[in-house]
């Protein structure tokens, strides 16, 4: 399979524990993305990358979150001190840079996180 | 800042008749414009886009989608639905003049589009 895979595909943790979540883009993808779903609403953005540089972070990124694209391949975004309010599905989605201007994302099948 | 609504929560469509999934949108420039389909357990699959041209873009799954200007609008249509089709539906946009922001998409909070038999 040449598509976006991410990895866990579901993660139970406590209140105050650290998750980390990896996202491995299709191959030939500069961009990366983040995106976060929660039950009845649509993704909305934390952040994304162009090869190794992060260009952008949504407010919605707390010093909680960091994410990562060190060799401009593969991502992890990492979650510290959990809250329950950090329980939603984490999309990774990645595009070339000609998909990117005009949105066409690719996106994985994402992350679920339930805090406790 | 831009934004999309997508007035309806769940779509009730009977097989082989026409579905329509209503969008609008706000944006202070001019919009890009998607739709996307996520299905059960799955990640969310690109349908089509409005990027410029011509008002009416065709898409994957027979889909197609009207841009228009004046509504800011771009409603999602499929002239005989399958029950295959049933899924939720996203609406998204980016403005186009936005230039040096994000390069991502605003979603719309998603409509469930359920095709009976």
Known sequence: DTGVSQDPRHKITKRGQNVTFRC???????RLYWYRQTLGQGPEFLTYFQNEAQLEKSRLLSDRFSAERPKGS???LEIQRTEQGDSAMYLCASSSRAGTNTGELFFGEGSRLTVL | AQSVAQPEDQVNVAEGNPLTVKCTYSVS???????YVQY??????FLLKYITGDNLVKG???FEAEFNKSQTSFHLKKPSA???DSALYFCAVRDRDS???ADGLTFGKGTHLIIQP
Not at chain 1, 24 to 30: A, G, L, R, T, V
Not at chain 2, 29 to 35: E, V
């Open chain 1, 24 to 30: 491995d883009p299709i191959s030939e993808h500069n």
């Open chain 1, 74 to 76: 593969f991502s992890t």
């Open chain 2, 29 to 35: 420039g001019n919009p890009y414009l998607f739709w």
């Open chain 2, 40 to 45: 059960p357990n799955r990640g969310l699959q």
């Open chain 2, 60 to 62: 994957s799954y027979g």
């Open chain 2, 82 to 84: 399958l029950v295959s």
């Open chain 2, 99 to 101: 230039g040096g922001g």
